[in-house]
């Protein structure tokens, strides 16, 4: 990326956030996911750490929840609250644990056998609770960090938030007490609520952390009242948490004193547990009553934790290590065409890889011109990909806001791609006129798996046609362009059938050069014929192949065996075609690489066999491979040329020409009794 580009992706990115930002903490009305927020807040941190001398104290990065809204009374916070540092995998929380252990001058391995506190992450808002002498006298949002909106009103309708403190156990309320906490709505709450909205033609609710917001941030009470509202308290600050030396002391304290704490925190003894954890609530999620996006955790040691301090406006010993995320942002790379086995032109996106739902998904299918237009889609725009319930992903969305103006507009094209036909409509579709052509390009790809061709082990005509019909891939090139995560994310596919597809195609990377000719599907070239091509003008890569092939004259063509002005025409036809050069780049770009044919020395070097009828003993292929296991030819027809006619059972006209020439015949028997 050019400096110029940079410092305008970083300009963009900020203030596209900083936009977003507004809409889900000021407005409770976000546009995009916490996802998609995430991941355009990931990519900016990632740009500013990568680029420090471009960092700028106002950016977002450096900023917590959103302006307070003039309608409420604002509220100072006395101790700041601060947001959290994300990691979405192990390998993030273990270089977390890594950073921390730098930071106190300890070892990574004593570090990570220390207890942390795991809270559930509750999906909601954030709440700042002051109580003196056990009384309620002061409920406040985050607003931004610093400075908050008053709602103690409208709290006092929230069951699970005490108004009067009680002491249930031997710790003694404080005089002045400082608790945190979260608000938050059921699912079924959610459900409710949305069902009167829509019945009274009013505004419906996204998520359940949108309808908690909304619900607290009300000038009436009795809208308040009205929604279940819920909190779970979690944290204690200023000098009453000063006698805790442990984060589950807190919890204690609170749950003693009549404050609503979650039964599913827990304290884990090392950090392998806190990963245990965290993966056992991905699975289980769904069974609790309301939403969570993963797990806060924090080193349950205070003084260990108050030592680490604050960086920016996060706390060192503490993280939120959060679920897999079901949507993201990446960047359209291409728009390409595929043709399915209807004749119909489906719109294929080529995406900057991206991990969606813990895969790498590198494709997404844009369905129809229809949709391209619904979306406002350009090459180069930024999008939000989801894969929301583990199915197929799907661009939901453009970011407009990042666009530089080097976007390019797609259309659909007027000809095929394939075979150069019209294209036409058909409903909402481009479909190719010739109703032979998606049936032919699928044959073509049958071909190029095929056992003789590339032998590509479990991708039988079913599996292409499904990759063909997803817009996995166009050509045989783009065979080598897929990913464990495309697959995986299709319907009746899981992790091992995907893994093994994947590792048969990564062993086919490497490949004969007969077969690769063979596998061309080049008019006239059969097996044989591809097997003399390639000895006779032997290549050690496709680039090599590219730049030599198409130079090869039709005489030179002609001084091999059986290959004739018909085939020398096709061959040189094909290795002209701009569109198959193109799918050599492609195979080349995807690593493919070729192993150069020798021509093989033995008995029959020289010698020239034509095979007619069925053996009884061999199969014709297996007598193929052993006659040029010795170094000799297969013809497909007998001429002067031919050495040995091979006569099995019901032969054909091949024999009645041997025996016009005098070509020695060989029985089944005789040619065993040859290579003996």
């Known amino acids: 990326m050019e400096k110029k580009e940079l410092y305008d992706r970083i300009e963009k990115l900020r203030k596209t956030i900083e936009y977003h930002q507004s809409r889900y903490y000021t407005f409770d009305d976000p546009e995009i996911s916490d996802a998609a927020f995430d991941a355009l807040k990931e990519e900016l941190e990632g740009l500013e750490k990568k680029h420090p001398n471009i960092t700028s104290e106002n950016s977002p990065t450096h900023r917590i929840g ?39 001058k300890i070892t990574k391995e004593s570090l990570e056998k220390k207890e942390y506190y795991c809270e ?9 609770l002051i109580y003196k002498k056990g009384f309620l006298v002061c409920a406040s949002t985050r607003g931004d960090g610093k400075i908050g909106e008053d709602v103690t ?11 009067k403190l009680m002491q249930l156990g031997t710790i003694q309320i404080p005089d002045e007490l400082i608790v945190r906490g979260e608000i938050f709505l059921t699912k079924k709450e959610l459900e409710r609520v949305n069902a009167e909205q829509k019945k009274n033609g009013l505004k419906i609710y996204a998520n359940t952390r949108n309808l908690a917001a909304g619900s607290l941030r009300q000038l009436d009470p009795k809208i308040t009242a009205s929604r279940k509202l819920e909190s779970f308290q979690y944290d204690i600050v200023g000098d009453a948490e000063k006698q805790f030396s442990t984060h589950e002391e807190k919890h204690k304290a609170l ?48 003084r260990l934790f108050d030592s680490l301090g604050i960086i920016g406006k996060i706390p060192r010993g503490a993280i939120a290590y959060k679920f897999t995320p079901r949507e993201a942002t990446t960047i359209i790379e291409n728009i390409r065409i595929q043709v399915g086995r209807t004749g119909v ?16 998904i590198t494709h997404a299918t844009l369905h129809n011109a229809d949709e391209i237009e619904r979306l406002g889609l350009k090459i180069g725009d930024t999008v939000v990909i989801s894969r929301a319930g583990d199915v197929i992903p799907k661009i939901i969305r453009v970011i407009k806001e990042l ?58 005509a079913k ?117 198959n050069i193109a799918l050599l780049q492609k195979f080349h770009k995807y690593g493919v690489s070729i192993i150069p044919s020798k021509k093989k020395v033995g008995k029959f070097t020289s010698k020239t066999f034509v095979i007619t009828g069925t053996l009884e003993g061999l199969s014709r292929d297996r007598a193929k491979e052993i006659i040029n ?30 025996n016009e020439l005098n070509i020695p015949i060989l029985s089944e028997k005789e040619f065993l009794k040859l290579i003996k």
């Open 345 to 360: 032109l489906t719109p294929v996106a080529d995406l900057k890889p991206v991990s969606v739902g813990g895969t790498i």
């Open 153 to 163: 009103q409208n709290i006092s309708t929230i069951k699970s938030i005490p108004q």
């Open 255 to 302: 749950a003693s004193w009549g404050f609503t704490t979650n039964k599913h925190n827990v304290c884990a003894k090392d950090i392998n547990e806190v990963i245990k954890i965290r993966n056992n609530w991905e699975q289980k999620r769904e069974k609790l009553e309301y939403e969570i996006d993963g797990i806060v955790v924090l080193l349950n040691d205070a």
């Open 629 to 658: 296991m010795f170094g000799g030819t297969i013809s497909e027809s007998v001429s002067r040329n031919t050495t040995f006619v091979i006569v099995g059972e019901n032969p054909g006209s091949k024999l009645k020409r041997a």
């Open 463 to 579: 599996i292409i046609d499904r990759f063909l019909d997803e817009g996995l891939i166009v050509d045989a090139g783009d065979i080598f362009s897929i990913t464990e995560g495309d697959i995986k994310v299709l319907e009746r596919f899981g992790e091992k059938s995907a893994e093994n597809i994947i590792k048969e195609i990564n062993q086919k990377k490497v490949v004969q050069q007969a077969r690769f000719i063979f596998a061309l599907g080049i008019i006239h070239v059969g097996e044989e014929t591809a097997r003399v091509i390639s000895e006779r003008f032997p290549v050690s890569s496709i680039l090599e192949l590219i730049k030599k092939y198409p130079k090869i004259k039709k005489e030179e063509w002609e001084e091999i065996q059986d290959v004739g002005p018909k085939v020398s025409e096709s061959i040189i036809k094909w290795f002209q075609s701009e569109k």
């Open 66 to 104: 959103g302006v307070p809204l003039e309608k409420f009374t604002k509220v100072k916070h006395e101790y700041p609250m601060l947001s959290l540092q994300d990691a979405f995998d192990e390998d993030e929380m273990k270089e977390w644990v890594e950073k921390l252990s730098n930071f106190l």
């Open 403 to 460: 666009r530089t103006g080097k976007e390019r507009v797609f259309s659909m094209p007027k000809l095929c791609p394939i075979d150069g036909s019209k294209v036409v409509m058909n409903g909402v579709f481009h479909q190719c006129s010739n109703e032979r052509c998606g049936a032919r390009h699928k044959e073509s790809l049958y071909h190029f798996v095929s056992r003789y061709a590339l032998n590509m082990r479990g991708l039988g």
């Open 120 to 128: 559930l992450k509750i999906d909601g808002l954030a709440i700042e």
